[in-house]
């Protein structure tokens, strides 16, 4: 797997939207990140850490920019979850992941609408 082929295409399709980002749901991705987590030996939670940044917006603690249009990436390993930087050098030295997820949340320019992209990459 190349870090570089770890993005999201023009054809894919949003698992769900919203008018305002506290209207997008985003229960079944939780419970997709959760469950592959549970398959983890040590610091599971370590899933928290860019899911808070996306919570503190739902909440309305941090501002939505915070998290527009940034590709999140998840890669889940016997001993823990790994976020972007990490994935990335792992990957450039030949390491296997038993799964990557990847996330992101648009705005459409044209409707406003917020837009919630989630898949399973690797």
Same mark, same amino acid.
Do not use: W
């Given at each position: ?7 999201? #295409? ?23 990140? =959760?469950?592959?987590?549970? #398959? ?6 370590? &899933? &928290?850490?860019? &899911? ?7 909440? #309305? ?18 001993? #823990? ?23 992101? =949340? ?17």
């Amino acid at each position: 797997m190349c870090f570089e082929n770890l993005k999201f #295409g023009f054809d894919e399709v949003p698992v769900t939207y919203g008018y305002t980002f506290k209207q997008l749901n985003f229960s079944s991705v939780y419970t997709e990140l =959760i469950k592959e987590a549970a #398959g983890c030996e040590c610091y599971a939670s370590d &899933l &928290l850490i860019d &899911l808070n940044t996306v919570v503190n917006v739902q909440n #309305g603690l941090t501002d939505e920019s915070s998290v527009l249009n940034k590709l999140f990436m998840f890669g889940f390993r016997d001993m #823990g979850v790994d976020h972007d930087a990490f994935i990335k050098s792992r990957l450039e030295d030949g390491y296997h992941y038993r799964s990557i997820y990847l996330m992101q =949340i648009r705005k459409s320019k044209h409707t406003g609408k917020y837009n919630l992209y989630f898949k399973r990459a690797a």
